[in-house]
């Protein structure tokens, strides 16, 4: 079965960077696009990366282009988000999903808590 | 302020029908069928309920269903069930330089 494990979240300062991970299973990872998605508390969901199956195309949300970057290692199945200049509004749940055509997410991980606050 | 409108809250009576709207543009709902919808109850990850405007993922039950009327999309639930008390969310591809895809604010279902 599909399986999508973020990790990596935590506290961070204002500023600040972290990385976060994505394991992926139960798929065919090198064949598939996928993004990372988040949601600030109590909020809606925002797109925030996407990368393809190569790794030769991304793209990023305006809110996030030239701080973050979207990675993958498809031999280790998995999927990265490095943060860097970290802000307070970046303070969400992040998700790593799997992208289908056209453009939906079929399976999502359950999520990492990212905190930025001093 | 998300792209696509969402009524905030919707509700309704076991066993009756609700119908969730999405408002978006000519960019993104009103000119690509790539619209579509997800479930999230609190505290767990959102699960794709309908993709490509109407169509159903392998799982998902058929009291779910989606249509697109120029540019807004809709979201029908029959007979509702307790458990289908969640958040919804709607979603499209937009031909936006600066986006790949933009999600609704969100609606909160309660079921009475």
């Known amino acids: 079965q599909v399986q999508l494990v973020e990790s990596g979240g935590g506290l961070v300062k204002p500023g600040g960077s972290l990385r976060l991970s994505c394991a992926a299973s139960g798929f065919t990872f090198s064949d598939y696009y996928m993004s990372w998605i988040r949601q600030a508390p109590g909020k809606g969901l925002e797109w925030v990366s996407y990368?393809?199956?190569?790794?030769?195309?991304?793209y990023y949300a305006d809110s996030v282009k030239g701080r973050f970057t979207i990675s993958r290692d498809n031999a280790k199945n998995s999927l990265y988000l490095q943060m860097n200049s970290l802000r307070a509004e970046d303070t969400a749940v992040y998700y790593c999903a799997r992208v289908v055509p056209a453009a939906h997410f079929d399976y999502w991980g359950q999520g990492t808590l990212v905190t930025v606050s001093s | 302020q998300s792209a696509l409108t969402q009524p905030a809250s919707v509700s309704g009576s076991p066993g009756q029908s609700i119908t969730i709207s999405c408002t978006g543009t000519?960019?993104?709902?009103?000119?690509?069928?790539?619209v579509s919808w997800y479930q999230q109850h609190p505290g767990k990850a959102p699960k794709l309920m309908i993709y490509d405007v109407s169509n159903r993922p392998s799982g998902v039950s058929n009291r779910f269903s989606g249509s697109k009327s120029g540019n807004t999309a809709s979201l029908t639930i029959s007979g509702l069930q307790a458990e289908d008390e969640a958040d919804y969310y709607c979603s499209s591809y937009t031909s936006s330089s600066t986006l790949y895809v933009v999600f609704g604010g969100g609606t909160k279902l309660t079921v009475l």
């Open positions: 990368i393809s199956s190569s790794g030769s195309t991304i």
């Open positions: 000519s960019s993104d709902v009103g000119g690509y069928n790539y």
